[in-house]
């Protein structure tokens, strides 16, 4: 199982930054995808999740209005769309997979991709 992030960096208070998580390894449709963040000192916290056909969504509070969360099960990937990005954003973003299906279980976490919001 792999699962690679891309598409973070600097981007000023305001704008807009796009993530990639391209998996591998596993019959990604199967699986509810899931972002977390997190800081330097803090646990990591769950940003979003998207169910297997992307029917259903959740967001986290700090994130409602703002984020996106969608998937592309043909391209076995994951998105996250961030628009209106503040300073308390920054962190390290984290793609993950976990669920059991048809015995196959999984807890996979991507490398992380720093996201950095600042002027």
């Known amino acids: 199982v792999q699962l690679v992030e891309s598409g973070g960096g600097l981007v000023q208070p305001g704008g807009s930054l796009r993530l990639s998580c391209a998996a591998s390894?596993?019959?990604?449709?199967?699986?509810?995808m899931s972002w977390y963040r997190q800081v330097p000192g803090k646990e990591r916290e769950l940003v979003a999740a998207i169910t297997t056909a992307g029917g259903v969504t959740n967001y986290a509070d700090s994130v409602k209005g703002r984020f996106t969360i969608s998937r592309d099960n043909a391209k076995n990937t994951v998105y996250l769309q961030m628009n209106s990005l503040k300073p308390e954003d920054t962190a390290v973003y984290y793609c993950?997979?976990?669920?059991?299906?048809?015995?196959?279980?999984?807890?996979?976490w991507g490398q992380g991709t720093q996201v950095t919001v600042s002027s």
């Open positions: 993950h997979v976990r669920g059991t299906v048809v015995g196959i279980k999984l807890d996979y």
């Open positions: 390894g596993f019959t990604f449709s199967n699986y509810i």
